[in-house]
């Protein structure tokens, strides 16, 4: 999995929230995005989604123009923002739902899933009275249950426990030894020092820094 970002522009209310973003990302990495709330991370991660259309550049994933099609990228997940679910639906209800669209893994699979992110107990409650850190981990499970080869990741840890923390941070980093390419947007230092292989610093819609 290769993603390539061509001069990545977009403005929102005459205010510019992406400004000339170009980047390789190559598969069996973690790549981090850091900023200020309002900086640009969850933007980026829309376009790349294809949930925003940039007024400038392009979006390559596997070579090809995502927005040609307006289409979701292939082999691709996204937890961005606040996780948003059916609330009258348990959270296996939800990922069922969501896994029958393109129908390649099974019940097992999900429940699986369910129990590595450590939600198994829980997976009959309605999404409704889900905690805030139960609610990210349904997020990071929907990401992860059809093991795509892009994953992404908008402030993965919020609400979440230390040992919760510690177990998501072990299924990325196994992810990424299965050759995946993950993008994680983060505030948290820590994150990014045990996680990241790259990390690009953004402010104002425009990568300032890179490491």
Do not use: W
């Not at 609400?159 to 505030?187: C, F, Q, W, Y």
């Amino acid at each position: 999995m290769d993603v390539v970002i061509k001069n990545l522009t977009k403005k929102l209310d005459n205010n510019i929230v992406l400004n000339d973003i170009n980047l390789n990302l190559e598969s069996g990495q973690i790549i981090g995005f850091v900023g200020r709330n309002g900086s640009g991370k969850s933007m980026l991660f829309k376009t790349i989604c294809g949930f925003l259309i940039p007024d400038e550049g392009e979006v390559l994933v596997e070579g090809e123009n995502i927005y040609d099609n307006n289409t979701f990228p292939k082999n691709t997940a996204a937890l961005i923002e606040n996780p948003n679910f059916l609330s009258d639906m348990s959270g296996y209800e939800n990922l069922k739902l969501l896994a029958s669209i393109k129908n390649i893994i099974t019940e097992e699979d999900i429940i699986k899933t369910l129990e590595e992110v450590g939600l198994l107990e829980e997976k009959d409650k309605l999404f409704k009275k889900y905690s805030l850190g139960m609610k990210r981990k349904l997020g990071i499970a929907q990401v992860l249950m059809e093991n795509p080869d892009l994953m992404i990741f908008d402030e993965p840890f919020n609400g979440l426990d230390e040992s919760s923390v510690e177990k998501i941070r072990k299924i990325i980093l196994n992810k990424k030894k299965e050759g995946k390419l993950i993008l994680i947007a983060t505030h948290i230092k820590e994150d990014i020092d045990k996680l990241c292989d790259h990390v690009y610093v953004l402010d104002g819609g425009k990568i300032i820094k890179s490491e």
